[in-house]
């Protein structure tokens, strides 16, 4: 943890308007002392319909749960990413999409931003959508993706965007949890040169016998074909042909809804998060503005799919808030080959570039091609998110792609925190390679041991978070009780992140991976509960334990443990057909990286799965077992150990 320290003035870029960081240390002090005086201030910065006088109301008591912020206020989160910025600025880009193919691109100014919204907001009017009403949206990275959450959120409907590279399976337990009405959907979505079927998908979510609730289901044409649509689906633009460019924004409370994201947890079904409106678009826009000290004008590229929340807050909502032109890429970095983002950048001139470590990891190791053929000079700053920054990645990103100029904001955040929680602020706080370095406004992170003591100065511990802010999830839809369980049982009076965090003697934080059943497979999260109940719906599975392994490029592999059904040949085709059930069944970032076949697994007398032994198999650390003397049958590790395939 000694590791080097860069200084703000140690990079070329400086930056305009950016905090002195005794400024940001009196600021955080204020936020924490005084959080009612500290965001009724800033609660300003978005426009408010009914102006709030309540601005915080929040206990982490699991007896007295409640999170409220700004209750009394009402506005429209559309009206603050489109309509304020009309008056002097509707000619201003919104939206640089930049198609999977390098000659497709297109400009969305915020004047046709807003008629495409309002175009499709009087659409699913038309179809009957209300205010309150659950809308899927499962769609490319295509700006009609972005229209499509605004639209939602321009009529008061709650949005639930499911990953395009989601299965079926998927859609259909998304649709049934939160009982939506309509699904809107492409025909294809185009990456690395293919046009991949993507409605087919939803078809079979819908022909499902236990999906009753979706009345109707929009297609945006994305291929130079069109399909026939069968009588129960509608065309995007025959839709929204007749619609009126001009859709009044429904007035909402703060505290209602505006959309609800599915995320992996330790255990069971994906949870839906539900983000409400006032509190999440403060932070979603201060977080963006003060974390990448950004100025409205600037091109700004966050490289995350609008299927995950990175995408929810600082593809869409965040910039557009802030009157930022935002980069939508439809395709994937190394296509058509690894030179690909840094073209992107030179040809947009993009300032701010924020992706993920697994994509900083896939092209370093494709050595110096990716740095070849752009100049990126436009590069001011460059951010990280998903899962922790190894300090060679850290070295590779700053040195190779920003040349040394720009700084690393590497941001640590949750589906369930809205927005970014420990973070640097570009031009304010120094840097250590590897470390997310201090908390945001409000933000007030601690360390507690497996007793939930907290731990004072340098420690390691779990990470929890003291007090509310603005922008974290309020509930799990349809489970109040199991967002309680989930977040606030652990320990009294505090937020578990489910992460392992260490403090050094400076008060930098270095997060160092989930510590509970959650896997980080290139930034995605995935319950291993969710993949073992995948691979034991297969018909020739008994018994199934998934944990996760280091991956140079992935950060994290999935490594399968499988029993077969008594008198099954295991052969290399039933391999294959595991693998590729689990593929089809849940998506194809569940893929199982090794499946080993085991005559049985480790457990203890009681019965219970001793994971850890798996991992240290899976590790090929696999002399550093620790006390095996609860198993119930010592010769199951033996047989593991031999036939291990992580050598
Ligand atoms: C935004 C997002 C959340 C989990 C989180 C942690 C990991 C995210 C990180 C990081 C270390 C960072 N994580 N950012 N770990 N450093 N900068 O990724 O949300 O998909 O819900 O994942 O990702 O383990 O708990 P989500």
């Not at 400024?23 to 005084?34: D, G, I, L």
């Not at 006032?278 to 950004?294: C, D, E, P, R």
Request: glycine share 8%; proline share 5%; with cysteine.
């Amino acid at each position: 943890m000694n590791a080097k320290c860069y200084a703000v003035s140690d990079f070329e870029h400086q930056h305009q308007g950016a905090l002195s960081f005794e400024q940001y240390q009196a600021m955080y002090k204020e936020s924490v002392e005084n959080p009612d005086a500290f965001w009724a201030e800033h609660g300003k910065r978005i426009d408010w319909i009914k102006p709030f006088t309540k601005v915080k109301n929040t206990s982490f008591n699991k007896d007295d749960l409640h999170i409220k912020w700004f209750e009394d206020g009402t506005l429209n989160v559309s009206a603050n990413c489109i309509d304020r910025h009309l008056a002097e600025h509707a000619d201003q880009t919104a939206i640089i999409w930049e198609g999977d193919s390098p000659d497709q691109q297109q400009h969305v100014s915020y004047q046709q931003l807003h008629d495409e919204v309002c175009k499709l907001a009087n659409g699913l009017k038309k179809l009957g959508v209300q205010k309150g009403d659950r809308v899927i949206i499962y769609m490319p990275m295509v700006p009609q993706a972005a229209y499509a959450m605004l639209a939602c959120a321009r009529i008061g409907a709650v949005h639930s965007v499911v990953f395009a590279g989601f299965s079926p399976h998927a859609i259909a337990d998304r649709i049934i949890d939160c009982q939506a009405s309509v699904v809107i959907t492409a025909d294809v979505n185009r990456r690395g040169g293919k046009a991949l079927p993507l409605k087919h998908n939803v078809d079979e979510a819908l022909a499902r016998d236990d999906v009753t609730t979706i009345k109707h289901c929009v297609v945006f044409n994305n291929d130079d074909k069109q399909l026939d649509l069968p009588s129960s689906q509608v065309w995007w633009h025959e839709l929204t042909k007749d619609c009126a460019p001009v859709c009044a924004p429904e007035e909402m409370n703060a505290e209602d809804p505006l959309f609800i994201l599915y995320t992996s947890g330790s255990t069971g079904k994906p949870k839906g998060l539900v983000h409400t409106s006032g509190g999440y678009l403060v932070w979603a826009s201060m977080t963006h503005q003060k974390i990448f000290n950004y100025s409205p004008g600037e091109i700004y590229w966050c490289a995350a799919d609008v299927g995950w929340i990175t995408g929810h807050t600082y593809i869409v909502y965040g910039p557009l808030a802030n009157r930022a032109t935002t980069v939508m890429f439809e395709g994937v970095p190394t296509y058509p080959d690894e030179r690909r983002i840094g073209q992107i950048i030179d040809k947009h001139q993009v300032s701010i570039l924020y992706t993920a470590p697994t994509a900083i990891r896939a092209l370093m190791a494709k050595g110096e091609l990716a740095a070849q053929d752009s100049t990126r000079d436009s590069l001011r700053v460059l951010g990280t998110v998903g899962e922790p920054i190894n300090p060679e990645a850290w070295q590779w990103y700053y040195e190779k792609v920003g040349k040394t100029k720009c700084q690393i904001i590497d941001t640590w955040w949750q589906t369930e925190t809205g927005g970014a929680m420990i973070t640097p602020l570009a031009g304010t706080t120094p840097l250590k390679p590897g470390s997310a370095t201090l908390p945001f406004f409000s933000v007030q992170p601690a360390l507690v041991d497996s007793d939930g003591k907290e731990l004072a100065g340098e420690a390691e511990g779990n990470l929890v978070l003291k007090g509310s802010w603005p922008g974290q999830a309020r509930s799990i839809y349809g489970n109040h009780q199991r967002f309680i369980e989930t977040y606030f049982s652990a320990y009294e009076n505090v937020y578990f992140t489910g992460d392992g965090c260490k403090r050094d003697a400076d008060g930098f934080y270095w997060i160092t991976g989930r510590v509970d059943d959650v896997l980080n497979v290139s930034g995605h999260r995935l319950g291993t509960a969710e993949i073992e109940s995948s691979l034991v719906a297969h018909e020739m599975i008994a018994e199934a334990a998934v944990v996760g392994y280091p991956h140079d490029i992935k950060g994290q592999g999935i490594y399968v443990y499988v029993t077969p059904i008594a008198g099954t040949e295991v052969s290399e085709e039933l391999t294959k057909s595991v693998r590729d059930w689990v593929r089809k069944d849940l998506s194809p970032i569940a893929t199982p990286d090794m499946i080993q076949w085991a005559p049985g697994l480790p457990k203890t007398r009681s019965g219970k799965i001793m994971r850890r032994i798996l991992r240290k198999v899976a590790a090929n650390e696999y002399d550093q077992l620790g006390d095996t003397s609860t198993l119930a049958d010592p010769s199951v590790v033996d047989n593991l150990i031999e036939n291990r395939l992580n050598r």
